[in-house]
């Protein structure tokens, strides 16, 4: 295995998964309230960290392990063992599985964008950017039709 922090990671933790964590979660972990923002892109610094290849991102990508960047709402002192407890979910907002699934293969597809775009609690930098690809993508011809 990886020591910790390998890649790049402040958290390290058990029992939270791409597949159940959504967009907007609010957790209580020791003192402090965090909040789920997006998931986490690879970039060129991880593959250089990791000493692998070219096809180390897209790997990476492909694993659906990619993390997810958590905003602090409350400062609170957190330690190793602290239990992790979900306080807020937003049930209309897709998981970080399903965002990384319509970021791959489904950001020209109106529909999978405006289900991401619905997470009340997307990142600022995520929405503009998405939004962007929802216009693009109603203004697009449709070339089967």
Same mark, same amino acid.
């Given at each position: 295995?990886?020591?910790?922090?390998?890649?790049?990671?402040?958290?390290?933790?058990?029992?939270?998964?791409?597949?159940?964590?959504?967009?907007?979660?609010?957790?209580?972990?020791?003192? =402090?309230?965090?909040?789920?923002?997006?998931?986490?892109?690879?970039?060129?610094?991880? =593959?250089?960290?990791?000493?692998?290849?070219?096809?180390?991102?897209?790997?990476?990508?492909?694993?659906?392990?990619?993390?997810?960047?958590?905003?602090?709402?409350?400062?609170?002192?957190?330690?190793?063992?602290?239990?992790?407890?979900?306080?807020?979910?937003?049930?209309?907002?897709?998981?970080?599985?399903?965002?990384?699934?319509?970021?791959?293969?489904?950001?020209?597809?109106?529909?999978?964008?405006?289900?991401?775009?619905?997470?009340?609690?997307?990142?600022?930098?995520?929405?503009?950017?998405?939004?962007?690809?929802?216009?693009?993508?109603?203004?697009?011809?449709?070339?089967?039709?």
């Amino acid at each position: 295995g990886f020591p910790f922090g390998q890649f790049g990671e402040n958290l390290t933790v058990e029992g939270l998964s791409e597949e159940t964590v959504r967009i907007g979660d609010v957790f209580r972990v020791g003192g =402090a309230l965090l909040q789920v923002t997006q998931p986490r892109t690879p970039c060129y610094k991880l =593959a250089l960290r990791m000493g692998e290849g070219p096809d180390f991102l897209r790997r990476f990508l492909d694993s659906g392990r990619l993390g997810f960047y958590l905003r602090v709402i409350q400062e609170g002192e957190i330690g190793a063992g602290d239990a992790i407890e979900c306080v807020d979910t937003d049930g209309g907002a897709v998981t970080i599985a399903e965002f990384i699934h319509i970021y791959l293969h489904e950001k020209h597809d109106p529909d999978s964008l405006r289900r991401v775009l619905a997470s009340r609690d997307l990142g600022d930098a995520w929405r503009i950017y998405l939004e962007k690809m929802l216009d693009k993508a109603e203004h697009t011809p449709d070339p089967g039709g």
